[in-house]
């Protein structure tokens, strides 16, 4: 699994993919869905398909698939090995959702939230495997949401194809087993080696499971959350507990507007200029802090406009 093109650049979200078997494009095929990490805080959230003949399907039963989340780390990547060596009639695909596109989605005016983010995902996903060729008479999903609404949004998308939406498919179905396995794997390996694009120094990587409650990763919160400019974006900024630390630790901003001047409307609500927080000239002119700012904005603006 080459993740290099993630690491590149994991602002944004990217597909990962394997070769397509060739007796994938000739017999008729089934495809399992899941994904890893929907619940942290910290990190991407990656969702897989796996697919095989249904021949075939004996086979990838005895390769001994189970749930991701039953297995340790050491098994998951034993078994992801095995799917590996079964390239000649396993395929897989995964799209790596960064913590930057999850909160994108999430917090931007239109309504988009994670099952939504979840089920186009998932479409897209099917839909790869259909243009890649692959034969598909079988789909099966763990559930995101009802499990009825979800099956008869996937039926009415993919006519002719028999879905089957349940929840813990991942440890009901082999093949969305091995959607788990190959999710999981790509996410514990993305969160283990992330590249912090932030200039950060020497950055503490015992962040725990990165789930909200775990004491860990709301220490490793408190200790990266800049006053002014949030977290880094290995966060989910539109998570709850970031918003909470965010609200109760940083800085309280205020959005100018045409009615009332930005720095006066501070002043108001008893807010303190940014200007506070960058060093003022001895003689009291506040010139040099203002040029100090504008360069530093403008740098961070810059940085951010070359992630997208």
Known sequence: MDLSPFDDDNSVSCRLVSEIPEVCKTEDC??????????????????????????RKEELKDLKVADSKTLT???RENLFEKLDEAKSYVG?????LSP?????CMLRRTKYNL???????AIDLVQYALDSGVQLKEIYVDTVGPADKYEHKLSQRFPGIQVTVRPKADSLFPVVSAASICAKVARDRVVKGWN??????????????????????KAWLLKYLDPVFGYPQFVRFSWSTAQTLMDSKAVNVHWDDDEEDGEKAAQR??????????????GGNDQNATHQAHRFFTERRLKSLNTL
């Not at 930057?100 to 994108?104: A, Q, R």
């Not at 932030?198 to 860990?216: A, F």
Request: proline share 6%.
């Open 30 to 55: 089934c495809l399992g869905i899941d994904e890893a990490g929907r619940g942290p805080v910290l990190g991407p959230m990656v969702y897989g398909i796996c697919f095989c003949p249904l021949s």
């Open 73 to 75: 780390e050491a098994e």
């Open 92 to 96: 897989w695909a995964l799209q790596i």
């Open 100 to 104: 930057n596109t999850i909160s994108t």
């Open 115 to 121: 099952n939504a983010l979840s089920h186009n995902t």
């Open 196 to 217: 912090f694009t932030e200039d950060l120094g020497e950055v503490d990587t015992d962040y725990g499971s990165g789930y909200p409650n775990d004491p860990k990763t």
């Open 269 to 282: 609500q008893s807010n303190k200029s940014m200007l506070s927080y960058f060093s003022v000239s001895a």
